[in-house]
C-alpha cells in the first residue's frame, strides 16, 4: 500500500465503521464512548434548541475592541462580518459570503475576490508570503468556479524592511502566478514608519472567468451529499506553527500551499454535480463544515476518482456526508463510537497563517 493510499484507508475505515455504528444505535443497540445527548432524548432536544437559538440571534460583537480571534476566521470573524460589515454593505452579491462574488457584466460572468495576507514569518519551508498571496486569490476564484486570469498585488512596507526580501518575495509572486497561469496587472505600494507593521504585508485582488452554468453556493447542499477534502488538512498550519520556533520540535512538514485552479476544473469536469467548493484556510475543515462544502452524493465516486487523477489531489478523500437532521449541526463520530458537536474555530490557536 503506498503512502497516500494509507492516508486515505484511515477514512475509508472510519466511515464504514460510523455507518455500521449508526445502523447499530438504529436498532437499539447501545455504543460506547464518552456521555453524549442521545438521539431523542430531552438532553438533546435541549443542546439542540440552545444551539439553533444562538444561531437565530442577531449578531453582535460584544467586545470593544478587535482581538486576534476577530482575524483567525471562526466564530468571531464570522460574528464580525455579519454585525459590522454584512450590516452596513448588505447587497444580494454579497449575502451569499462565498470565497468570490460572481457578477454579470455584458453577459460575462465574472468572479472577484480579495484577501490579505499577514502570515509570520514571511519565509517557511514550502513557501512565503508571495506565492502564498497568489495561491490563496487564485484558490478563491477557483472554488467559485472561475477561470483565473488577472491579480492585483498591493503592499504595506514597513520602514527598514530589506530590499532583498522584498525582492525575493516580488519572485516568487512572479513564478506563482506564472504556474497558475495568471497575470498581475495593477498594484500598489505604501511605506508606514519602523514598528507599525510587520515587514510586509500584501493585499490581493482576483478577477476569474466563469464559463460553465453550475451555480455553485453553499445553500445548495443537500441531504445525501458527500463531503470531500482534496487532500491533508493542517499541513500549512503546522509548518508555520514550527517555523516560528516557539515549540521545540522538528518535523519533516512543508506547507502545501498550491494553485488548484487546474484541479478544480478536472472536478467539475467529471462531477457536474459538484454543489459547492470552499477554500479551507484560517478558519479550518471545522468551520467550513458548518457552512457546508459538499458535491451531489451520486457523483462521489467521480469526483473522487477526478481528484485523485490530479497530482494535487492524489489524497483526496471522502469524510462525511450531508444529513437532514439534527439541522445545521456539523457532528463528529469519535474513535470511541460517541459522536461530538463541531463548532465553527473559537478563539485564536494559531494566528496569522495566512
Known amino acids: ?18 455507518e455500521q455504528q449508526t ?3 438504529e436498532a437499539g443497540h447501545s455504543h460506547r464512548g464518552s456521555p453524549q ?71 460575462a460572468r465574472l468572479a472577484l475576490t480579495t484577501d490579505s495576507y499577514v502570515v509570520s514569518p514571511l519565509f517557511f519551508p514550502g513557501g512565503d508570503i508571495g506565492d502564498l498571496a497568489v495561491n490563496g486569490t487564485v484558490n478563491d476564484l477557483a472554488t467559485s468556479g472561475a477561470v483565473p486570469l488577472f491579480l492585483s498585488a498591493g ?33 500598489d505600494t505604501k511605506v508606514v514608519e519602523r514598528g507599525k507593521a510587520d515587514g510586509c504585508y500584501i493585499n490581493t485582488a482576483g478577477v476569474g472567468a466563469i464559463e460553465h452554468d453550475l451555480d455553485l453556493g453553499v445553500a445548495n447542499a443537500r441531504p445525501g451529499d458527500a463531503i470531500i477534502v482534496s487532500g491533508p488538512i493542517g499541513d500549512h498550519g503546522v509548518t508555520i506553527m514550527l517555523a516560528r520556533g516557539e515549540l521545540d520540535i522538528e518535523a519533516d512538514v512543508v506547507s502545501d500551499t498550491a494553485p488548484l485552479s487546474g484541479l478544480v476544473a478536472s472536478l467539475l469536469a467529471a462531477a457536474p454535480g459538484v454543489r459547492a467548493l470552499r477554500d479551507a484556510t484560517r478558519g479550518g475543515v471545522a468551520t467550513i463544515l458548518n ?24 489524497q483526496a478523500a471522502i469524510i462525511g456526508h450531508v444529513t437532514a437532521d439534527p439541522p445545521g449541526i456539523v457532528q463528529l463520530k469519535t474513535a470511541f463510537g460517541g459522536s461530538r458537536i463541531v463548532d465553527l474555530l473559537v478563539g485564536d490557536p494559531l494566528p496569522r497563517i495566512c
Request: proline share 4%.
Open 37 to 107: 445527548p442521545m438521539p431523542g432524548t430531552v438532553r438533546e432536544e435541549l443542546v439542540l434548541e440552545r444551539i439553533d437559538r444562538a444561531r437565530r440571534s442577531r449578531p453582535r460583537v460584544k467586545e470593544e475592541r478587535i482581538t486576534m480571534a476577530h482575524g483567525a476566521g471562526g466564530k468571531a470573524t464570522q460574528t464580525l462580518i455579519e454585525a459590522i460589515f454584512l450590516d452596513e454593505f448588505r447587497n444580494p452579491l454579497l449575502e451569499p459570503l462565498e470565497d468570490a462574488a460572481r457578477l454579470q457584466i455584458s453577459g
Open 291 to 314: 457552512e457546508i462544502a459538499v458535491v451531489d452524493g451520486d457523483s462521489a465516486d467521480r469526483a473522487l476518482a477526478a481528484l485523485r487523477a490530479h497530482p494535487l489531489g492524489g
Open 155 to 187: 503592499f504595506i512596507l514597513e520602514e527598514g524592511f530589506g530590499v532583498a526580501d522584498l525582492t525575493r518575495i516580488v519572485r516568487s509572486m512572479r513564478a506563482a502566478a506564472e504556474a497558475a497561469g495568471v497575470r498581475v496587472v495593477t498594484g
Open 23 to 25: 445502523a447499530e444505535e
Open 1 to 18: 500500500m503506498t503512502g497516500d493510499q494509507q492516508s486515505v484507508g484511515w477514512v475509508a475505515e472510519a466511515l464504514r465503521v460510523h
